[in-house]
């Protein structure tokens, strides 16, 4: 054990370098669930932040400790990144971002160690400025879906390919991992996609998609010894074994149609396109104010906005009047020696009577009626008092 190491051991500190590959190489991908992509950005980060404090700090790499992620180093980091590197903002959140992660699990596994997660909490850096949501055109989209043929089977299988992308706005690798289990053709016709962390949705197709699948399936899986669970759904054959599309061929599938696309009917198409712009689109599509839906491959769902008439219906007085005579249960006459209580005055508990200003039933009906039965008062002072129950010597 080196000096380093065994100082920030009698000091008690827990050591970096055996926290951050316990976060990285298991608690990121076997715990938390995280994508390979999003593991692989949370060590870039952290690695940016060391090798900064070995070219800027002068701190030697087998030194550090968690004493170095203090609020000032930060703070000179995001802005080194911002001055001396020229890095763009969503870069520096990124990196602050993998650093919170980091501090707040090292704070979990280490009380000791939450205030420097605190910290770094505290450290605001510039959001990135909002850019229009960048999606296809009406002519892109139909040109994009109509861009392969019909006159072989790969063909259509391609063409089926980006019909079910559109329609059900899936990541590239939810489609990559569709099988015959995941086909619902029942109505109403569903795909259920499993994305990132293993959650799975279950997705409406159109009817036209619906129909679009169906002669798929019919050629592609004929037969109930085709339609096994597991088999996938696009698939291809290599030598003689039955293999699923990988991520790389749909997405040259899907690049090679937006090149035919742009050579044919649509020049307009964009240079790149990928499935997140897919997504996009289709989403844009779905909007109450967007465009209705592209092609004759699907059909716009837009939500509904339907307002709910016992909630917001127009209060009528006499309506609520006559509701709440009828809720109220009607008053039982009073019967006997409390009823001659009720009705006569006392000094102690006087008669009490609607409060009307003048004038207010002036020319409008009778004046209202005294009330028969007493209301009490909140006023300890003016509730009146049954002699009977005072003792003798107050009576």
Not at 9 to 14: N, Q, R, V, W
Not at 121 to 148: F, M, N, Y
Not at 228 to 243: K, M, V, Y
Not at 340 to 354: C, D, E, L, M
């Amino acid at each position: 054990m080196s000096k380093a190491r065994k100082t920030a051991a009698s000091s008690g500190e827990p050591d970096f370098w055996r926290v951050a590959r316990d976060w990285l190489h298991h608690w990121l991908p076997k715990v938390r669930g995280s994508s390979p992509k999003t593991v692989e950005a949370y060590r870039i980060g952290l690695e940016s932040y060391v090798r900064w404090l070995e070219t800027t700090e002068g701190t030697q790499r087998s030194h550090i400790g968690f004493g170095h992620f203090d609020r000032a180093r930060l703070g000179r980091w995001v802005e080194w990144m911002r001055t001396e590197r020229g890095y763009s903002d969503r870069t520096i959140m990124l990196r602050m971002t993998t650093m919170r992660v980091f501090l707040d699990h090292a704070g979990l596994e280490h009380p000791a160690l939450t205030a420097l997660g605190n910290d770094a909490a505290g450290i605001r850096v510039k959001p990135p400025a909002r850019k229009p949501v960048d999606h296809l055109g009406e002519e892109h989209t139909k040109a994009l879906l109509t861009a392969w043929g019909t006159g072989d089977a790969k063909s259509r299988r391609n063409r089926m390919l980006l019909i079910l992308m559109y329609d059900t706005a899936a990541r590239i690798g939810e489609l990559a991992a569709l099988t015959i289990a995941d086909v619902g053709m029942d109505k109403p016709a569903r795909v259920t996609l499993t994305g990132k962390r293993g959650k799975s949705r279950v997705v409406p197709l159109g009817e036209r998609t619906r129909t679009h699948l169906g002669a798929y399936l019919e050629e592609f899986h004929p037969g109930p010894s085709m339609r096994d669970g597991d088999r996938p759904l696009f698939h291809s054959t290599r030598n003689g074994a039955i293999q699923p599309l990988s991520v790389d061929r749909i997405d040259e599938i899907l690049k090679t149609a937006a090149a035919r696309a742009r050579r044919g009917t649509c020049p307009s198409m964009p240079e790149r396109v990928h499935c997140h712009l897919i997504r996009r689109t289709r989403a844009m599509d779905l909007l109450p104010t967007g465009r209705a839906a592209t092609a004759h491959h699907a059909t716009a769902r837009p939500r509904k906005h339907e307002h709910n008439q016992r909630v917001l219906r127009v209060r009528d007085p006499r309506h609520d009047a006559q509701s709440r005579r009828c809720g109220q249960p009607r008053p039982r006459p009073l019967q006997g020696d409390m009823a001659q209580r009720a009705t006569t005055p006392t000094t102690t508990h006087p008669q009490i009577t609607r409060n009307v200003k003048p004038g207010n039933y002036m020319g409008h009906g009778q004046p209202p009626r005294p009330r028969t039965v007493p209301r009490l008062n909140n006023k300890p002072g003016l509730i009146g008092v049954d002699d009977r129950m005072l003792p003798v010597a107050e009576r």
